[in-house]
């Protein structure tokens, strides 16, 4: 799986997300890609926008990241189709891109919230959570003081017609309630997919949960979904080869 993490000035979750992919997945075609390069690379699988604080969070959270220079060709790539997965900031980001719809804003509570929270999984039809179960509970931390997901009534209509809501804030039991929603986020919203299901933002952060020595290995599941995905696409290529 030939993946490609952008770095911009401020991320600090890069080097998790390399580590997550690189040595607990065990890809070793995995490499940063800085924001000032004007293309992510050739035959690309998947690109990570990670979490953190793009230059500072300055003017408003991935509003500035969205200009860099490599942004171009993440935004060339993800509308023709290649894997994008946006974490935390790089959730941010997305939808300052365009490439996701709605925006995040400060938390309900205007604290920067870190923490380990729930999530209830409302699909896994997706090339992101294949290797889950409908309902499945996981244990993912958040760390942001911006992770409040709006959007009109009609962008959050659309979300939930389309089936686009990945993941939800719950309870341990799965239960999505107010409660246990950490940031004020509409309808409980952690992760939601683009519509023609490429490109996933999600605030929690499952590459700080890939390990039990972390506490919680739940996040692992997206990466090796991903991997799936891509194994099974390599597969299918190959025998339609076979088959000519």
Same mark, same amino acid.
């Given at each position: 799986?030939?993946?490609?993490?952008?770095?911009?000035?401020?991320?600090?979750?890069?080097?998790?997300?390399?580590?997550? %992919?690189?040595?607990?997945?065990?890809?070793?075609?995995? +490499?940063? %890609?800085?924001?000032?390069?004007?293309?992510?690379?050739?035959?690309?699988?998947?690109?990570?926008?990670?979490?953190?604080?793009?230059?500072?969070?300055?003017?408003?959270?991935?509003?500035?990241? *969205?200009?860099?220079?490599?942004?171009?060709?993440?935004?060339?790539?993800? $509308?023709?189709?290649?894997?994008?997965?946006?974490?935390?900031?790089?959730?941010?980001?997305?939808?300052?891109?365009?490439?996701?719809?709605?925006?995040?804003?400060?938390?309900?509570?205007?604290?920067? %919230?870190?923490? +380990?929270?729930?999530?209830?999984?409302?699909?896994?039809?997706? *090339?992101?959570?294949? +290797?889950?179960?409908?309902?499945?509970?996981?244990?993912?931390?958040?760390?942001?003081?911006?992770?409040?997901?709006?959007?009109?009534?009609?962008?959050?209509?659309?979300?939930?017609?389309? $089936? !686009? %809501?990945?993941?939800?804030?719950?309870?341990?039991?799965?239960?999505?309630? *107010?409660?246990?929603?950490?940031?004020?986020?509409? $309808?409980?919203?952690?992760?939601?997919?683009?519509? +023609?299901?490429?490109?996933?933002?999600?605030?929690?952060?499952?590459?700080?949960?890939?390990?039990?020595?972390?506490?919680?290995?739940?996040?692992?599941?997206?990466? !090796?979904?991903? *991997?799936?995905?891509?194994?099974?696409?390599?597969?299918?290529? !190959?025998?339609?080869?076979?088959?000519?």
């Amino acid at each position: 799986m030939k993946t490609r993490i952008i770095v911009f000035p401020g991320s600090n979750c890069d080097h998790d997300a390399m580590h997550a %992919v690189r040595n607990v997945l065990g890809e070793p075609d995995t +490499e940063f %890609v800085w924001h000032k390069e004007d293309s992510i690379g050739e035959d690309v699988d998947l690109v990570i926008l990670p979490g953190g604080f793009s230059y500072g969070d300055y003017l408003r959270t991935g509003a500035i990241a *969205r200009f860099s220079p490599v942004m171009k060709d993440v935004i060339r790539y993800a $509308n023709e189709g290649g894997t994008v997965l946006g974490i935390c900031n790089g959730f941010q980001v997305l939808c300052e891109s365009g490439l996701l719809p709605g925006v995040l804003i400060r938390n309900e509570s205007l604290k920067f %919230v870190c923490k +380990e929270t729930y999530l209830k999984t409302e699909r896994t039809d997706t *090339r992101f959570t294949s +290797e889950l179960v409908p309902g499945e509970v996981l244990r993912i931390p958040i760390a942001h003081g911006e992770g409040n997901y709006i959007a009109t009534d009609e962008v959050l209509a659309d979300l939930e017609q389309n $089936n !686009q %809501v990945v993941f939800r804030y719950s309870n341990e039991n799965g239960n999505v309630i *107010r409660s246990a929603n950490p940031n004020g986020s509409q $309808n409980n919203i952690a992760g939601i997919v683009s519509k +023609e299901g490429n490109v996933l933002g999600m605030m929690p952060h499952p590459e700080r949960a890939c390990e039990t020595i972390l506490g919680s290995a739940d996040g692992l599941k997206v990466f !090796q979904s991903l *991997r799936d995905h891509f194994d099974f696409a390599v597969a299918a290529s !190959q025998h339609s080869v076979l088959s000519t």
